[in-house]
């Protein structure tokens, strides 16, 4: 009899790596799988309807609501880090938009030591992944779980964002996951017909019927059970009450770049000083969890326009509203079915880059605070963020007790070379803001505002005003070195039956947004649990054949 308490396999969050994670296992029907998750099911309109992210940025039922540590370069302000807390993780709240980053990020990975990881080798799993729209070629798969759309009917403001990139000196993008990702264009999104195709969508679904395969939903994991260096299990906690599960072969963390390293060192497994300092007893010293930490800092200009084109609270909103309302019902398309971000590029800021060093995100709305602050009127912002910042920050805890946040603390701007990539974003951004392609809107810049000029001014803005655009990674690191906490088959260093499998272990951030690559870490870490399991199966049957042999 099959004891209902024990597994195969236990992966912690059903995030976009965990979801992916989750179908793959569970494909072999020996093996019994276990997907825990946090947050509740993601059974709510709020997630399906792609506007709905509004929402969903403003409360607390499918997001975690973080808060960063007052941030010294950012005039210590606490800045809002949301992230996923249901099914699907991030993926159920993001901005749903498609994109793999930079090749050479990838073979970057690999030649500091990550065997495997380069862009030869990601990039078969990118297709096999994508369902893309516009057909399967050298760069793209058609056949995949994940839809990959364009938009129904972007905004006419993002189209005009397009033209006035190009007029101020951007080349035109169709693809951005194809050979080259520089310049302006339209988003794609990982929607399918109008509705948001979140990794639950797309891989835990397909598959939730399987006998072999349990997901537990507000059920949080309060720490991982390890004996003699090996994981055994976790404790979970689910309406109050704690109860135990096992692992017979892996317990694999997919909780994301702030809950991974946390539940590690929840477990005991972390930076021992840390750790005796919280009285957690030490499992296994490794100072390297929880840090290198690394998100994309962001800043924003906006500006009014005359014609309402916007999305937008004014006179006439309500009955557009309606009508968007009733379109999205009937058709699918209209307002609601935006991302928001629905278009953007990459720049580099120095012509003499290899690679772009810049992201734009363009929403045809007036955004303030994340979409928290309501904005009265028409306009459009457009966001510039820094690719590949060499600041780093760490993730602590805050407390022993699993229910508490952790520290978060990004470190933003602390090394000095980041400040002014940013400053040069920003005023490329301002540019685009400047082109006449915006005439015909009766443009009139908000922000930063005539009394921002030179560089001191620009500096102080962005202090003010820079928030995250919500791609944290790092902090599980996976490399060789001391400073690395999986190797490059996603073990924990000195820990056996342990992975980690999630935004966390990308040794360096990649140059564009991190839903996409988040799934290929889940495949890749599937691929790499089989591995082993047959390597382990071999190696049990070797003396056996050496015998009959
Ligand atoms: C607002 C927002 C907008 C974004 N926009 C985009 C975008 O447009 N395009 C893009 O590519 N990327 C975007 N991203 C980033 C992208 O979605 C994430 O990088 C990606 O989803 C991370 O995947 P993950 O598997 O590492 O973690 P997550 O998807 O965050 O999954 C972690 C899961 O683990 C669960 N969990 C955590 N701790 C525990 C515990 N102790 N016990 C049980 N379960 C636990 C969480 O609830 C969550 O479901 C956005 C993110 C946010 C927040």
Redesign the pocket.
């Known amino acids: 009899m099959t004891d209902a308490s024990e597994f195969e396999y236990i992966i ?7 979801c992916v994670l989750a179908n793959r296992l569970s494909a072999n029907a020996d093996a019994r799988v276990c997907l ?4 509740p099911v993601d059974d709510t309109p709020w997630i399906d309807t792609p506007m709905g ?1 509004i929402r ?2 403003r409360g607390k039922r499918y997001n ?1 609501y973080y808060e960063t540590t007052p941030q010294a370069a950012l005039g210590n302000r606490k800045l809002y880090w ?10 159920s ?7 793999r980053g930079h090749p050479s990020d990838y073979d970057d990975w690999a030649s500091a030591g990550n065997v495997g990881w380069a862009w030869r080798d990601v990039l078969p799993i990118f297709k096999l992944h994508e369902r893309q729209q516009r057909g399967a070629d050298e760069l793209h798969g058609a056949d995949g779980p994940l839809h990959v759309s364009d938009l129904a009917q972007p905004n006419p403001l993002s189209r005009t964002f397009v033209e006035a990139g190009i007029q101020a000196g951007l080349p035109p993008c169709k693809d951005f996951n194809g050979h080259s990702m520089e310049g302006v264009g339209l988003y794609q999104v ?1 929607q399918r017909e109008g509705k948001r195709w979140s ?1 639950a969508r797309a891989f835990l679904d397909p598959v939730r019927h399987r006998s072999n395969l349990t997901v537990l939903t507000d ?4 720490r991982v059970h390890i004996k003699d260096r090996r994981a055994t299990g976790v404790r ?1 906690r689910e309406r109050g009450h704690e109860r135990d599960l096992r692992a017979r072969r892996e317990v694999i963390l ?4 702030i ?2 390293p ?2 590690l060192m929840l477990s005991g497994v972390g930076p021992g000083r840390h750790l005796q300092d919280l009285s957690i007893p030490v499992v296994f010293d490794l100072p390297a969890v929880g840090c290198n930490l690394q998100d994309h800092l962001d800043v924003t200009t906006m500006a009014r326009e005359s014609t309402a084109t916007a999305v937008g609270i004014g006179f006439g909103a309500l009955p557009r509203l309606l009508r968007a309302f009733a379109e999205y019902r009937n058709h699918g398309t209209g307002m609601l079915a935006s ?1 928001a ?1 629905e278009a953007g590029g990459f720049a580099r800021t120095d012509t003499h880059l290899e690679r772009p060093d810049v992201q734009f995100h363009f929403l045809p709305t007036l955004l303030r605070n ?1 979409g928290r602050d309501l904005v009265w009127g028409y306009g459009y912002t457009l966001h510039v963020c820094q690719l590949r910042p060499q600041s780093r920050g760490r993730i602590s805890l805050a407390s022993p007790d ?1 229910g508490m946040a952790p520290r978060i603390d990004p470190a933003y701007l602390s090394h000095p070379k980041d400040l002014g990539v940013l400053r040069a974003g920003l005023k490329l951004a301002r540019r685009i803001l400047a082109s006449t392609a915006w005439a015909r809107f009766g443009p009139c810049e908000l922000a930063p505002g005539p009394a921002v000029q030179d560089d001191t001014e620009l500096d102080a803005y962005i202090a003010r005003n820079a928030e995250t ?5 790092g902090t599980c690191k996976m490399g060789s070195g001391d400073d690395a906490v999986v190797d490059r088959c996603l073990r924990i260093r000195g820990i056996e039956g342990l992975r980690v499998a ?3 272990i990308m040794p360096r951030l990649i140059g ?7 799934m290929m ?2 495949e890749m870490a599937s691929r790499l649990v089989e591995s082993d399991t047959a390597l382990s199966r071999s190696a049990v049957q070797a003396p056996l054949v050496g015998l009959v042999g």
Request: hydrophobic share 40%; proline share 6%; aromatic share 4%.
């Open positions: 912690v969050g059903a995030g976009s790596a965990g825990i998750e946090a947050g992210i969903l940025l975690w949301p992230r996923g807390k249901t099914l699907g993780g991030s993926s709240i993001n901005a749903m938009i498609y994109m990982t990794a059920c949080l994991t309060t979970v997919c909780a994301g770049a809950n991974s946390q539940l991302n971000a994340h699993p655009i919500y791609h944290p990674v999630d935004a966390s564009g947004n991190t839903n996409a690559p988040s870490i889940g």
